[in-house]
């Protein structure tokens, strides 16, 4: 991978969740950061946000939910790109999760799960560090 | 002394307020304050000299129950009787969400409001691959009949009204509201309650559309219509602010987006044949309620104005009915942290008391635990708890909107009636709520507001407490609500048992007919509810209706 290229963000409504407003801020505050971000829309299917994931050459995942069904979904993501041997993509999540399923999402590869309050700043700078790494 | 208001206030007094008492009485408790001190009905502007101030106090202000209906719709209000105490509830499948509603029913709730499952509010059945995950997560699930006749098992629907927030499918769960209350021995004309049934705010804010616009509409009129001659005592639609405003907007955007997706649809209704003052009088709304109390109170006061001369000058309706804007309130979920979750029943407790200054007609009170899943029983009884203790003890629903005459209250009515108006406008000048939603205006102006709050929060200069000041260091979250596993394969089983006990053959019939109609003008609700006393399921029904009518999708950048 082209390591000085602009870093690349999918961020993704995955599952029947309407509740985008979580989703827009974030990418709207990664854009003013300096981030190419690619925004999915509302109502994915896991399986298309893995196709554009891939097709477009993300580094970075971020998923959001509200509706309490992110244990089912998530764990489909994380699946559908080992199948695709894209598990390279950093993957983290946002929304209404209670902690109690934060563990499991974890072990499913997603690196952080940002919960309501989470300050944008720490968003970021997880983003910053983790993708100044990987150059 | 002279007072220029006097011969009005007679008139208003003989006219409006004696029939609407012998009506409904006023109750005793509600005409003294707590140290004894009598309470009036309404208070009013004091000896009025000037005949333009009296003109002014007329037109922008006015008498309750009266034209342009700001100070409220009903001449007394809460001195007769209570808004309603409306708990949106559903989870699960029918059997947890029925007991739930028994519960809430005990407890002195007294209208009933179904949540349905993203799968239901979308037109799948449980058993559909997208469903997947999502099945009771966030309401309950229904498919068919069977389920409906469950979710108000020992619930007789002549004693209860009862909300649906049901959009693209409304048609469908109206229908099956009917054929419960058939089977119950409830006859149609007898049903009270309300379809939410307003897709032009899910386009906007919200998600859970279907099909695109125009059929959207046409599904909508079809219940108008419908409607008007069998559920004459049902609100066929509630045009919702409130997802406009958790999605981040002003409180002047919901108004003016809200009353611009109101007049879509009355012109819709209009174009179809309808006459206004046959449809106007069941059309309802619904807004969120923030923490900025007076703000709020002020919102509310417009938007009954602003209303009632859009339907008035615009529609040129003649009922006063038709020019009411009467409203449900929710307190804004958005609103709720994750961080000292206790501080939610206080922001919840601020919110409830705008909605009742402000005149709304009924009321949810969100749950302190809803910023981390669906409430558990305990939050919810905290919430319905604090509409009661407002209404029982703060004394505020004893005098009718108790903050006409605030300087501040009065000027930020004006103005957020002005911005509203000129919201309107903008999207008169689009062509229209469809054009304008297409041009993706009121997402893009919402998006904005969202925005520059959420900034606000980040850079500290908007004090959220708990979250961004006065923070603590929390270990362990509360209990929270979880949907198992095994209602998912319980809904699953149940929908499999009906497809394998109904007559097949009357199903398909009904569906092959119902195509067909949708494909020509002929109004769809009688065989809408044609295929659901066969037991067709939601998912099926959406399906002939998406083979027609196609699927909406929305544009993103």
């Known amino acids: 991978m082209d390591g000085s290229r602009t870093k690349r963000i999918l961020i993704g409504k995955v599952g029947l969740d309407g509740h985008d407003r979580g989703a827009k801020f974030i990418v709207r505050a990664l854009r003013n950061a300096g981030y190419e971000v690619i925004y999915s829309g509302i109502r994915r299917t896991p ?18 939910l509200l509706s309490g069904a992110h244990n089912e979904l998530l764990a489909r993501v994380a699946e559908l790109l080992r199948e695709e041997d894209a598990g390279n993509i950093v993957l983290f999540a946002g929304g209404t999760i209670p902690d109690r399923d934060i563990p499991h999402l974890e072990s499913l590869g997603f690196k952080w799960v940002f919960t309501p309050g989470a300050p944008l700043s720490k968003i970021l700078s997880a983003l910053d560090e983790e993708l100044k790494e990987g150059v | 002394m002279s007072d220029a208001l006097r011969p009005h206030v007679e008139r208003w007094k003989t006219e409006m307020l004696a029939r609407s008492v012998e009506k409904i009485p006023e109750q005793a408790d509600r005409q003294v304050t707590v140290s004894g001190t009598p309470v009036e009905t309404l208070y009013l502007p004091q000896n009025v000299a000037d005949q333009a101030v009296c003109e002014g106090y007329l037109r922008q202000t006015g008498f309750p129950g009266e034209y342009p209906f700001t100070r409220g719709v009903q001449p007394t209000m809460y001195r007769s009787r209570f808004w309603t105490m409306r708990q949106y509830a559903g989870f699960a499948t029918a059997e947890e969400t029925n007991e ?27 058993d559909h691959v997208l469903a997947a995950g999502e099945i009771g997560k966030v309401g309950v699930a229904i498919d068919t009949l069977a389920d409906m006749e469950i979710l108000f098992d ?98 002047a ?54 209303w009632a001369r859009i339907m008035r000058d615009r529609f040129g309706a003649k009922s006063p009915r038709s020019c009411m804007l009467r409203f449900h309130t929710q307190t804004c979920g958005a ?29 949810h009170t969100n749950s302190r635990d809803e910023a981390l899943a669906l409430p558990t029983e305990q939050a919810v009884q905290i919430a319905l708890r604090t509409q009661q203790i407002i209404a029982h003890e703060s004394g505020v629903a004893n005098t009718v909107d108790p903050l006409a005459g605030s300087y501040y209250v009065e000027q930020l009515t004006d ?22 939603i297409e041009r993706c205006y009121p997402q893009g102006e919402i998006e904005q507001s969202a925005y520059r709050y959420q900034q606000e929060i980040e850079r500290g200069e908007r004090t959220i407490v708990g979250v961004n000041r006065y923070t603590t260091k929390e270990d362990t979250q509360p209990d929270t609500l979880t949907i198992g596993e095994e209602a998912t394969r319980r809904q699953i089983d149940r929908l499999t048992r009906v497809r394998a006990e109904r007559d097949e053959a ?11 109609a949708a494909r020509s003008e002929d109004n769809l609700m009688p065989l809408i509810l044609d295929a659901v006393s066969a037991y067709a399921s939601v998912g099926e029904i959406c399906d002939r209706l998406r083979n027609v009518f196609g699927e909406y999708e929305e544009q993103t950048t």
């Open chain 1, 47 to 64: 399986e298309q946000i893995v196709r554009t994931a891939v097709d477009e050459d993300v580094d970075v995942i971020g998923l959001s």
């Open chain 2, 100 to 126: 739930r509603y028994r519960f809430l029913l005990e407890q002195g709730q007294t209208g009933l409001s179904v949540a349905f499952d993203l799968p239901t509010q979308i037109g799948y059945d449980s």
């Open chain 2, 154 to 251: 020992s619930i007789p629907l002549d004693n209860v009204s009862t909300s649906m927030t049901i959009n693209a499918p409304a048609a469908v769960l109206l229908a099956m509201y009917i054929a419960v209350g058939a089977k119950q021995g409830v006859s149609p004309e007898k049903l009270t309650g309300t379809i939410q049934n307003d897709v032009l705010k899910e386009y906007i804010a919200r998600g859970t559309y279907i099909f695109p616009p125009a059929p959207s509409l046409r599904l909508i009129t079809d219940i108008f219509a419908f409607a008007a001659r069998h559920v004459p005592q049902f609100n066929t639609i509630s045009v919702s602010g409130y997802h406009i405003r958790e999605a981040g907007s002003t409180a």
């Open chain 2, 253 to 306: 955007q919901e108004i003016g987006f809200t009353l611009a997706d109101g007049i879509a649809y009355v012109q819709a209704a209009q174009a179809a044949g309808l006459d206004v003052d046959r449809f106007a009088p069941r059309v309802a709304f619904f807004f969120g309620a923030m923490t900025d109390v007076l703000e709020e109170v002020a919102k509310f006061r417009a938007a009954r104005r602003l």
């Open chain 2, 335 to 363: 609103t709720l942290t994750a961080q000292q979750v206790d501080n939610n029943v206080v922001r919840v407790t601020l919110q409830a008391l705008a909605a009742v200054l402000g005149g709304t007609q009924s009321l």
């Open chain 2, 415 to 436: 103005r957020i009636e002005a911005e509203a108006e000129a919201y309107i406008k903008r999207i008169d000048e689009m062509g229209g709520m469809v054009r304008a």
């Open chain 2, 506 to 516: 009357a199903v398909e019939r009904a569906l092959d007919t119902l195509e067909a």
